[in-house]
Each structure stands twice: as C-alpha cells, then as structure tokens.
C-alpha cells in the first residue's frame, strides 16, 4: 500500500535516504527542511513526481503546521510521519547554558513532540477504521552508551524514547504504530560536525576508534532507512512502542 509520508530533516543523511528509498516503493513523499534552497536541490536532484519540498523548521511551532497544511494539499492526508530532524554540539555540564540545552531541547524533543502533535490530529480528523498511520522517531545510540562531553544531547534523545513508548499507548486507539530507531555511528554530516567539534577542543579521535567494534565499519544511511520501511510497513504491526537500534551492536 502506498503512503503519503512526510519526513523531517531530509536534505542530506539518513533523512534524504530515507525519502529516496521510500520514493522507490511510490510513496507520495514531502520533503522537508530548514534551508528552502537545499530542500528544492535534493528534489531536483532525486527528480521524481512523488517527491515534493517544503519548509520546515522544527524548532517552530507556526512553520510545522504550515508543512502540515502544504502537504495535506498537495498529496492528501498524512499517515506516516519520520521525525529525522536533530541536533547535536558538544559541552560539559560545567560549560553548558540554559540556551544549550533549550536549543538542544527545541531541536530534538519540543520540535517532533509538536510534529506529532499535528500529525494526531489531521490523523483523527479523518478517522476511519481502515486507516492506519505511523511514526517513527530517530533517536540515537546516545541513550545508551551516554557519550561524554554532550550530556544535553544524550538526554534530549532519552527524552524522545519516552515520548515514543507515552505516544505508542496514547493512539494506538486511532491505529497509529508509534516506533523509534537508534542509530550508532553513520558517517554523515552530522557525524563530520562531531569529529570537528571535538578536534576543535583538543580531543583527537580515530575513526577507527568509533566503529562499532563487531562490525568494524560505520553503519550506513541504507541500513538506517531500510529499518525506518519495515516499521512503516504492516509488517512491523505488532511491533509497538519499540526502540530498534542500528549501532553494530555498540551500546551492547
């Protein structure tokens, strides 16, 4: 069955993976992102009609319900939501501000706690026995392995864990499936951010050292997205409120 699927953060990584893959099996997908220019580029460049851009920016409320209503224009009800977007930076506790963890906070919680807020809603609006919907958060590893030096960005992904188990049994009433994915370490853009940051404070790390040790390679975006389609799909029904983590078994 096709779905009509918007995806958070989606103009590069995991995200744009994602919409490439789900595009490949004629998903109607919005693409979505903070920079309208690296939006409309990645829609260019994947140059299919099934794949449409939009502005998003997680971090405001006004901009998540004006993608919402874009999308429910263009390509009808929304009934699978990918929280992608996120945030990452580094800091102790002792040099970390109330601005970096709300930041953080705005970014990684606030911001897909209120994309699923709308998604619920324009969901139930139209509800029918028939319909069934689901959201997939991308968490990270993080909550596991609680890494050093980003003690804001380890708990804003705990947070968004508990928001998916909380948001699971609330709609399940509605036939929404509420998953997350953990991802470990993906050589991504963000992952370039955390390798520079680090070496920006001293702190020399070998790519080698970060590989998943049973795997001994970075996980890729493809098996990322790959997880994302199965618990987008029906057979991933009975798996509810459940945290799948793609790491290579690093946070073992």
């Known amino acids: 069955m096709c779905r009509n699927v918007l995806v958070t953060g989606a103009t590069s990584g995991i995200g744009l993976e994602i919409v490439k893959k789900m595009s490949d099996l004629d998903n109607q997908i919005i ?6 220019d690296k939006v409309n580029n990645c829609v260019n460049k994947i140059g299919k009609s099934n794949v449409m851009g939009c502005h998003l920016d997680i971090t405001n409320e006004e901009s998540i319900i004006e993608a919402f209503n874009y999308a429910r224009k263009r390509i009808g009800k929304i009934d699978t939501l990918i ?27 606030f911001g897909p706690a209120i994309s699923c807020k709308y998604f619920v809603k324009q969901f139930i609006t139209e509800y029918d026995k028939q319909s069934k919907g689901y959201i997939v958060n991308i968490g990270s590893n993080a909550v596991y392995q609680n890494f050093e030096n980003q003690i804001h960005y380890n708990s804003s992904k705990a947070a968004l864990i508990s928001l998916t188990k909380g948001l699971s049994k609330e709609v399940a009433r509605y036939n929404i499936n509420v998953n997350a994915v953990c991802p470990g370490s993906v050589n991504t853009k ?63």
Do not use: C
Request: glycine share 8%; hydrophobic share 40%; no cysteine.
């Open 190 to 252: 963000m992952f370039d951010k955390v390798m520079s940051e680090f070496s920006k404070k001293g702190i020399s790390i070998a790519e080698e050292d970060i590989y998943p040790p049973q795997l001994k390679r970075f996980v890729t975006v493809d098996e990322v997205a790959q997880t994302v389609i199965f618990l987008t799909s029906s057979k991933a029904d009975a798996i509810r409120g459940h945290v799948i983590t793609v790491d290579g078994g690093s946070s073992l």
């Open 31 to 36: 693409l979505t992102g903070r920079d309208i």
């Open 83 to 109: 929280n992608n977007a996120g945030a990452w930076s580094a800091g102790s506790i002792v040099d970390l501000t109330k601005d970096d963890w709300l930041q953080m906070y705005d970014t990684n919680i």
